[in-house]
């Protein structure tokens, strides 16, 4: 079975600043997904970046980007010039490629101070 | 339109009613899930149904029920609940069973 580990459960961050979510992983499969989902106060889990395990190439969404480390089974996210409205819980999660069960790990909730 | 649209929004229920959570979606997905959120939790998982067919049952309790009468709607039938059922039940679709998943607001749901 898949295990997705956030192992930061609360982290804040001044507006303008940089943070980095951690993930970890464990699987023994070679080909799957991994996505960085956010869901804010108001509680629509809303997708921020995706991430194929045979792209080498991390992810960009605009101030969004992970650093996928696939021998290490890690996947950050690091959001920069953090703004108000990234308050949110962040929850990472895994698919594996071949059926769409997704698991998530047990979030982390991020809050961005004025 | 990239939307889910669940409705109700709340519902408090009973031990013996019988009740129906809709979901909804207009994006051509053939994909569509239930999940379940308890507080400060992680979804999980309840069904997915894939082309219109239930295609994974995460050993749900019968006292929960999927149907999906078309590839646009999902319902979820309740009955006999209890109150640890109380939580958010979340739908999402996907484009097909192996792309990134697009949820709907959810339901908060009470059994008293």
């Known amino acids: 079975a898949q295990t997705v580990t956030q192992s930061q459960p609360e982290m804040s961050v001044q507006e303008a600043e940089t943070v980095t979510l951690s993930c970890t992983y464990d699987t023994s499969e070679s080909n799957y997904y991994l996505f960085w989902y956010k869901q804010p106060p108001s509680r629509q889990m809303i997708l921020v970046i995706r991430?194929?395990?045979?792209?080498?190439q991390n992810a960009t969404e605009n101030r969004f980007s992970v650093n996928f480390q696939k021998a290490a089974k890690s996947f950050s996210l690091k959001i920069s010039d953090s703004q108000l409205g990234d308050t949110a819980m962040y929850f990472c999660a895994f698919m594996k490629r071949e059926n769409n069960d997704m698991r998530f790990g047990a979030g982390t909730r991020l809050t961005v101070k004025p | 339109d990239t939307e889910v649209t669940q409705t109700p929004k709340h519902l408090v229920m009973g031990m013996t009613n019988k009740k129906s959570l809709k979901c909804e979606q207009h994006m051509g997905h053939r994909a569509m899930y239930w999940y379940k959120q308890k507080a400060k939790k992680p979804p999980e998982l309840m069904f997915v149904y894939s082309y219109e067919k239930l295609s994974i049952n995460e050993s749900v309790p019968s006292r929960f029920s999927p149907e999906c009468p078309n590839s646009s709607l999902l319902n979820l039938h309740l009955h006999a609940l209890q109150p640890e059922d109380s939580a958010l039940y979340l739908c999402?679709?996907?484009?097909?069973?192996?792309?990134?998943?697009?949820f709907g607001p959810g339901t908060r749901l009470t059994v008293t």
């Open positions: 991430q194929e395990a045979y792209k080498q």
């Open positions: 999402a679709s996907s484009q097909g069973p192996r792309t990134e998943q697009y």
